[in-house]
């Protein structure tokens, strides 16, 4: 069975200061990892992912995550945190050869100006 | 190009009546997926097609919930009766199962807040 635990609900941290949230995940095999992003009243949008290949994938709006096989991770964070990142992101996992994707269960980011 | 798109964006209902919610997929998308998000259980997904076929739904809650898709650019969520805790928002997306370069990229439509009273 698949599963993915995104550590903290809420994270606050300040404009400027590293944005790092957190993603583990289980699986028989390795999976296919993504990061989405929800804004207020959107619907979700691709971030990143990670399928094959270089570990560390960069995405969208400068963000970037680490697929670390050894820890069964794949944090996502961002240098500097910008007042417009403030949304709620979701880490998900696919098994190779399925089609659909099981979703964490969110972590809110909050931007302190 | 449109993206993914549902209607209505809201809807305010009384227990006991029919909702049906509607979901245009990206045109050339081979899969189409419906996820219902709320507070207590995140995203959940409900039931997914491919090439108009319901391929999983298992995850459908229980017989009053029911989704078809006649062809490739319409697909409904039907909730008879409805009920208080079928209150969510409910988002249909759709992906290119063929498109090796958008692996496992879902494109959410904005979705339909739905509320039974």
């Not at chain 2, 207590?40 to 078809?68: H, Q, T, W």
């Not at chain 2, 409805?82 to 928002?89: F, G, H, I, K, M």
Request: charge should be neutral; include cysteine; aromatic fraction near 12%.
């Amino acid at each position: 069975a698949q599963s993915v635990t995104q550590l903290g609900s809420h994270v606050s941290v300040s404009e400027g200061a590293l944005v790092l949230l957190r993603c583990n995940y289980s699986s028989s095999v390795p999976p296919y990892l993504f990061w989405y992003v929800q804004y207020p009243n959107q619907g979700l949008q691709l971030l990143l992912k990670y399928t094959t290949g270089a570990t560390l994938v960069k995405g969208i709006n400068g963000f970037e995550a680490e697929f670390k096989k050894s820890e069964t991770s794949f944090h996502l964070t961002k240098p500097s945190a910008h007042m417009s990142d403030a949304a709620e992101y979701f880490c998900a996992v696919r098994k190779p050869g399925a089609n659909n994707l099981f979703f964490g269960t969110g972590t809110r980011l909050t931007v302190i100006p | 190009d449109a993206g993914v798109i549902q209607s209505p964006r809201h809807e305010v209902t009384e227990m006991g009546q029919e909702v049906t919610l509607r979901c245009k997929p990206i045109s050339g998308h081979d899969y189409l997926f419906w996820y219902r998000q709320t507070m207590m259980r995140g995203l959940e997904l409900l039931i997914y097609f491919n090439n108009n076929v319901p391929i999983d739904d298992s995850g459908m809650p229980e017989d009053r919930f029911s989704a078809k898709m006649p062809n490739a650019s319409f697909s409904t969520l039907k909730i008879q009766p409805s009920e208080p805790r079928d209150s969510a928002v409910y988002f249909c997306a759709s992906s290119s199962g063929g498109d090796p370069q958008a692996l496992g990229e879902l494109f959410f439509g904005e979705g339909s807040r739905l509320t039974v009273l």
